[in-house]
């Protein structure tokens, strides 16, 4: 299984993107799936994530601006970036716990979008 992910870019400040991720095929479930970032020289951090108690998390300094939402008969994520600034300019990963369709369940990252957010 490979989790595909798209829908970064260059956005001006101020800007939104949406990103969305879906596995490569088929797969009997997803327990956690969501979203991660890294900035250039820092480490990688939570952005948004729907947990396996089916609630959402979002890091502090994307609350009121970011959205995670997904369509479970497509098994995507979808996170909706409003109101970007140069602080969120990073490599955005997918990430979800998945049991495949041969019942082995495991953690996969994406391969990362990068978002840049510049005039």
């Known amino acids: 299984v490979q989790l595909q992910a798209c829908g970064g870019g260059l956005v001006q400040p101020g800007g939104s993107l949406r990103l969305s991720c879906a596995p490569s095929?088929?797969?009997?479930?997803?327990?956690?799936m969501g979203w991660y970032r890294q900035a250039p020289g820092k480490q990688r951090e939570l952005v948004a994530i729907?947990?396996?108690?089916?609630?959402?998390n979002y890091a502090d300094s994307v609350k009121g601006r970011f959205t995670i939402s997904r369509d479970n008969a497509k098994n995507t994520v979808y996170l909706q970036m409003n109101s970007l600034n140069s602080e969120d300019t990073a490599v955005y990963y997918c990430?979800?716990?998945?049991?495949?369709?041969?019942?082995?369940?495991?953690?996969?990252w994406g391969q990362g979008t990068l978002v840049t957010v510049s005039s």
């Open positions: 729907f947990t396996s108690s089916d609630t959402t």
């Open positions: 095929e088929t797969v009997f479930s997803i327990h956690v």
């Open positions: 990430s979800a716990v998945i049991t495949s369709s041969n019942y082995v369940r495991l953690a996969y």
